[in-house]
């Protein structure tokens, strides 16, 4: 399983090349998003707000690509599931994490037992840099795959990736950290710290999650994290000085 494992090491060309798209790279794109549109359209409300990020978004797919969508505002988790097995979808895993105890915890609500397709929903407001990591690696919302748009992004190998008429060109992201944030739309501010971050994992592995919990289907995330919080001085910190600033 891809997900939550193996990174992949950062680029180090300093070239820019053109990919050209086959049409099996067309058909298997088409193929992800056909599938992202019908998660999307499951949202009901939160469906237009919603947003898609990383290669199906960019276009650049593989076979183990994933369906990462994001709900980017504070919402009643329970409503969410609801409306998608409505719609006919299993929720198969549901999950909280957090990166660092300054990161806003989120919920996951894993598709498919390989968990390559979620909906992430965040239980605190995401702050502007967690919003900006999103679009970092490429977000697309639903009008976007109903329109066959492409958007620029990077990847974890620290590529930029231009969608162009027949494929996309790549060109590196260290070192261009300025001209990549107006590109794809961000602050430097991100961007540098993308940089930091994944040239560390390359040196010296994943540090870990700061939070990781299943949360059984009997009871609801925010009672989980609620729970949670009793125990763990950090999250409550975090969620005592998040919910004041509201």
Request: hydrophobic letters at 35%; proline letters at 5%; aromatic letters at 6%.
């Amino acid at each position: 399983m891809k997900r939550r494992g193996s990174a992949a090491k950062p680029a180090r060309t300093q070239e820019s090349h053109k990919v050209v798209y086959d049409q099996a790279q067309w058909s298997l794109l088409k193929g992800f998003r056909d599938r992202a549109i019908t998660v999307f359209e499951a949202l009901g409300t939160w469906r237009e707000s919603s947003i898609i990020h990383g290669s199906v978004a960019r276009g650049d797919v593989d076979e183990e690509s994933d369906i990462d969508i994001l709900i980017p505002t504070e919402t009643a988790t329970q409503l969410v599931e609801t409306n998608l097995e409505s719609s006919g979808f299993t929720v198969v895993t549901r999950e909280i994490s957090q990166a660092t105890p300054a990161h806003s915890p989120k919920a996951h609500l894993y598709l498919d037992p390989e968990q390559r397709v979620v909906v992430t929903i965040p239980l605190l407001q995401l702050r502007k840099l967690e919003t900006e990591f999103y679009k970092f690696g490429g977000a697309a919302t639903l009008q976007d795959l109903r329109n066959n748009l492409r958007v620029p992004g990077c990847t974890k190998r620290l590529t930029l990736v231009e969608p162009t008429i027949d494929g996309h060109l790549e060109s590196p992201v260290v070192e261009h950290e300025p001209g990549v944030a107006r590109k794809v739309g961000v602050s430097v501010e991100i961007v540098r710290e993308r940089v930091r971050v994944l040239t560390r994992r390359d040196r010296y592995g994943r540090t870990g999650t700061f939070l990781k919990l299943k949360v059984p289907e009997v009871v609801t995330f925010e009672e989980v994290l609620g729970e949670e919080a009793k125990t763990n001085p950090a999250l409550r910190r975090t969620l005592r000085i998040r919910q004041r600033g509201r």
